[in-house]
């Protein structure tokens, strides 16, 4: 088994980035086999075993039902933040920006232009989607979307 390129360090790398991603009981298990949560875990682990200090991450959750939607939101927030990655997000839904990001670039349609860049403020705690806090920046930033949308 190759790993970058090298032999050494492998077995041990897989399992780590298993482990990060809470799927080491499922090492031994062919992907096909596996939920589609389950599948996006094994894809979050592919990615960060090269250790990236980039993520890229295209609309990533969307094909997840709600529950399993927001434990990724959430889990891979954490491994970022633990790992110190940043993370680079596109996604039409701006529940998940409040959730899962720091900063919001919204573009304008089509155009690739961007119509607004904000802040999320929004501290770690608050991170609820039942959370006061949450709903406050969550219709901040949909008045910001609402505007943008008119102009």
Known sequence: MRYANQKEGVTDRVR???????????????????SGGQQQRVALARSLATSPEVLLLDEPFSALDMFTRQSMQTDV???????????????HDVSEAVLMA????????????????????LEASARDTTSPKFKTELARLNSIYAAMQSS
């Open 16 to 34: 780590d980035v298993l482990e990060l991603v809470d799927m080491s009981d499922f090492a031994d298990r062919n992907v096909q086999d596996l």
């Open 77 to 91: 927030r954490a491994i970022a933040k633990r790992l110190g990655l940043t993370l680079v997000l596109v996604t």
């Open 102 to 121: 720091d900063r919001a670039v919204f573009l304008k349609s089509g155009a690739g232009i961007i119509a607004d860049d904000t802040v999320i403020q």
